[in-house]
């Protein structure tokens, strides 16, 4: 069974913290992904990843970094959180076509 | 702008009856289009998938069809059941498969 974890379900920062968000994967999957959810507008990709130490910007990067040291963990870094970063985060991972998700974290920026 | 649209935000069926979600694509070059379904505070987990060389893909209770011409695809769901209410995407990917474009969900209420 794929396993994909996010290091927190629930994460409340103030606006202006460095926020770090980690995603573990332990299937060797070389791709790995961060999407928001926000209602309306669906899953929206912010960075992937298809290998160690490379990433491509998503649909909407602004704001945001990520790193990928290791194949099997992916994180995502918000540099200095703003109240429009409130959202759900959800990480993926695939090795072909279809992607498996972590449980999501709803992070909350006041 | 949105290569993958589901532009029903809500759809309610009765228990027992066939629940239709619809979806439409811009992008003639995807390749491989999937379904997930999605609890809230859980993320989304995969459903059904269909490649764009089949119009037709059938697993138990779920269908998924593709009409290529109309760049449309819906997911059939008989019989609906109390536990398949949730957020269901739609999602497309091209032949590299390492990007996926996602609508912005449909939530299904079964009603018992």
């Known amino acids: 069974d794929v396993k994909v974890t996010q290091s927190s379900r629930y994460l409340v920062k103030r606006t202006g913290e460095k926020v770090f968000l980690e995603c573990v994967q332990d299937m060797d999957h070389e791709n790995m992904f961060w999407y928001r959810q926000d209602p309306g507008l669906g899953l929206r990709l912010i960075y992937f990843?298809?290998?160690?130490?490379?990433?491509e910007k998503g649909d909407i990067p602004e704001g945001y970094s990520v790193s990928r040291e290791k194949k099997e963990r992916f994180s995502l870094i918000l540099e200095s959180a703003s109240t429009n970063q409130t959202s759900m985060y959800l990480c993926a991972s695939s090795t072909n076509y279809e992607q498996y998700f972590g449980p999501g974290t709803r992070l909350t920026v006041t | 702008d949105q290569q993958v649209k589901q532009n029903s935000p809500s759809l309610s069926v009765q228990e027992g009856r066939i629940s239709i979600l619809n979806c439409d694509y811009t992008n003639s070059m995807f390749d491989y289009f999937l379904w997930y379904k999605k609890y809230p505070a859980e993320g989304p987990t995969f459903l059904i998938s269909i490649s764009s060389i089949k119009d037709k893909n059938e697993d138990g209770r779920f269908t998924v069809f593709l009409n290529k011409s109309a760049k449309h695809l819906s997911l059939h769901i008989v019989p609906s059941q109390p536990g398949d209410s949730a957020v269901y995407f739609c999602a497309a990917c091209t032949h590299t498969g390492n990007q996926f474009y996602f609508g912005t969900g449909t939530s299904l209420t079964v009603i018992p």
């Open positions: 990843s298809y290998d160690v130490k490379m990433k």
